[in-house]
């Protein structure tokens, strides 16, 4: 039974939008999005995060299929509204904070 393009023969857990095109995105999200620092994520440890692709063959010993799979959470932030249009401007929010490193005028011990 050979597979074809009408999905007869195919495994119906193969077809499911996460397994390709949910990975991508989530590559997609965490290596160009939060890198460019366009949405803030939150990522834990790939192990056992996803169980979509259990059952497919090959794939039931793995505890993860990408180490995209820990990706959790994303959140649009400043720069990413700004990027899409959704704000007509950008701040750039500083925090203050106290030098790494101070000079002392007198070098008495």
Do not use: C
């Not at 965490?30 to 620092?37: H, I, Q, R, V």
Request: glycine content about 12%; hydrophobic content about 35%.
């Amino acid at each position: 039974m050979g597979m074809s393009f009408s999905g007869k023969g195919v495994n119906p857990s193969y077809t499911h939008f996460s397994i390709l095109q949910g990975r991508y995105t989530l590559a997609y999200l965490f290596e160009y999005l939060a890198t460019l620092g366009m949405i803030d994520v939150a990522y834990s440890a790939p192990h056992g995060v996803r169980s979509d692709y259990h059952g497919n063959w090959g794939a039931d010993e793995y505890g993860y299929l990408s180490r995209y799979d820990g990706l959790g959470w994303f959140r649009l932030n400043a720069l990413g509204a700004f990027s899409l249009g959704m704000e007509d401007k950008y701040r750039l929010k500083t925090s203050e904070m106290p030098p790494l490193l101070r000079t002392i005028d007198d070098l008495e011990t």
